[in-house]
Nanobody, 116 residues
Framework: VQLQESGPGLVKPSQTLSLTCTVSGVSITTNYNYCSWIRQPPGKGLEWIGGINHSGSTRYSPSLKSRTSISRDTSSNQFSLQLSSVTPEDTAVYYC?????????WGQGTQVTVSS
C-alpha cells in the first residue's frame, strides 16, 4: 500500500491550499475504509483536519470546518483537500492516511508553507 501527497509547497495568504492523495494497493471505496487528512505545524502535534468514508460522507474538524472541503475521485483512487483563506498559521506538513479494517497507512507528508 502506498499513499502519495501532491500539491504546491508554497501558498500565498488568503489563497486556497489544494492537495491530492494518490492511493495504491487499497481501494478508498472498500467498505469501512476511511481516508483522512492530518497536519503537523512546526513544533506542534498532529492535528486531524477531516476525512471521507467509503461511501463519500465527510467529517471535518470543528475548528477548520468553515474553510475545509474534502472530495474524492474514485476512478483514480484519489482523495483531495482544499483549505481556503489560508494564513501563515496553516503552515505545516500535511499527511494523508487511509485506515482499513486492520491498519493505518500514511503518506510521507508534504510541506506546505503559507507566505507572501
Amino acid at each position: 500500500v502506498q499513499l502519495q501527497e501532491s500539491g504546491p509547497g508554497l501558498v500565498k495568504p488568503s489563497q486556497t491550499l489544494s492537495l491530492t492523495c494518490t492511493v495504491s494497493g487499497v481501494s478508498i471505496t472498500t467498505n469501512y475504509n476511511y481516508c483522512s487528512w492530518i497536519r503537523q505545524p512546526p513544533g506542534k502535534g498532529l492535528e486531524w483536519i477531516g476525512g471521507i468514508n467509503h461511501s463519500g460522507s465527510t467529517r471535518y474538524s470543528p475548528s477548520l470546518k468553515s474553510r475545509t472541503s474534502i472530495s474524492r475521485d474514485t476512478s483514480s483512487n484519489q482523495f483531495s483537500l482544499q483549505l481556503s483563506s489560508v494564513t501563515p498559521e496553516d503552515t505545516a506538513v500535511y499527511y494523508c492516511k487511509v485506515r482499513d479494517n486492520q491498519y493505518d497507512y500514511w503518506g510521507q507528508g508534504t510541506q506546505v508553507t503559507v507566505s507572501s
